[in-house]
């Protein structure tokens, strides 16, 4: 296999990158034509992060031919100009199924030609540009490119500066969109007391049959999000594919009747498809906990359960491990940053033995204390 990048760094008189000629030699020793990762992450490389130049150097190349079906661009200084070269880079290639742009120096501009690019591939099945700064601008051109990509399947965009129109833009394609499985929106720039963004995703939810992760961590909701949330996925019922809900560091406390109601009916329900709740660092408290010990109780679909950083108490701790010991489905748990007390440890030793947990207890001097796993 010839090595085209090398070529490319010649012509332009440049000095090419070690690691990406050690891929392209390793494929060609091992007569792969296609499945490898190309690994450029900032955070490893020796030579220091890539810039613009060497995207352009690199999209040359892999135009021409590439054995990679995955590529991680991750923590570069890729700014506007790199916009550009990834928009030819996706508009001609067929093999890169992953591409991993977190955290560069990307903004509205060259993202917009990024998603044009995307507009004629058919390859691409994960796109993560978390922590670039997409804005509403480009998060909307995003959205507009989900109503022709048929491809896409798992989209990272945590961080991103987006607000209400986009986040709303995003929610309302979807419930057309059949291919997107995995939706990371985290850290987004929104703070409503009607929670109008939350409301969307619930739309999406109770008509979706393809959304199997939603990540809606950071994002200002509170008990009456959750609400809204929990109603979707009821009516949504057997028909729905969500798999994973994630709504760490949010407002949620677990004392609206409303939302008691409906997530209690939900995680009874036997139509619950649900396997992963991420409700760690909000406000639980003992209240939150003595809710979920009772709903625990009654379910039979989570596997994992994180409650990590909700300032619960002994008495909610101990609730929980009551609970637990009922259910016969969970298979891992997250409690770290809550307050054990001695108590809360001994009756959490029986499920040590059970569940993966995010700590461990110990006994010094009659004494039981939780230690970090």
């Known amino acids: 296999m010839s090595n085209p990048y090398e070529a490319a760094c010649v012509d332009a008189n440049l000095r090419p990158r070690k690691n990406i000629i050690e891929a392209y030699e390793e494929a060609a020793s091992q007569g792969v034509e296609t499945g490898l990762e190309l690994k450029c992450s900032g955070r490893t490389l020796a030579e220091g992060r890539m810039l613009d130049v060497d995207m352009k150097l690199l999209a040359e190349a892999m135009l021409k031919a590439h054995p990679f079906e995955r590529l991680d661009l991750s923590f570069n200084e890729l700014g506007g100009e790199s916009g550009g070269s990834l928009k030819r880079l996706l508009e001609g290639d067929t093999r890169l199924r992953s591409l991993d742009l977190t955290s560069n120096s990307l ?16 390859a691409l099945r994960e796109l993560r540009l978390s922590s670039n700064q997409l804005g509403d601008e480009a998060g909307m051109q995003l959205a507009e490119l989900l109503q022709v990509n048929d491809t896409l399947q798992r989209l990272h965009l945590a961080n991103c500066d987006l607000k209400m129109p986009s986040l709303v833009g995003l929610a309302t394609v979807l419930q057309q ?9 985290q850290r987004s720039l929104v703070s409503s007391p009607m929670e109008e963004h939350v409301e969307h995703f619930g739309r999406l939810l109770a008509v979706s049959h393809t959304l199997q992760e939603l990540d809606l961590s950071k994002c200002h909701v509170s008990d009456r999000g959750l609400l809204m949330l929990a109603s ?3 009516k949504a019922g057997a028909n729905s594919a969500l798999r994973a809900l994630r709504l760490r560091a949010n407002q949620i406390r677990l004392v609206d009747e409303g939302a008691i109601d409906v997530l209690g009916l939900l995680l009874s329900s036997e139509e619950c498809a649900l396997q992963s709740l991420d409700l760690s660092a909000n406000n639980l408290r003992d209240e939150g906990a003595l809710v979920l010990a009772e709903m625990v109780q009654a379910n039979s679909s989570l596997t994992g359960l994180s409650l990590a950083h909700n300032s619960i108490n002994s008495r909610g701790l101990c609730a929980l491990a009551h609970g637990v010991a009922i259910n016969r489905s969970l298979q891992s748990m997250t409690l770290w940053g809550n307050r054990f007390d001695s108590a809360a440890c001994l009756a959490w030793t029986p499920a040590l033995a059970r569940l993966e947990l995010d700590f461990r207890t110990q006994e010094v001097d009659g004494t039981f204390m939780p230690v970090q796993a």
């Open 232 to 234: 979707a996925l009821r």
């Open 107 to 122: 903004t509205p501009a060259p993202c917009k030609e990024i998603f044009k690019g995307l507009e004629k591939n058919s």
């Open 177 to 185: 969109n059949t291919a997107v499985t995995v939706l990371d929106v």
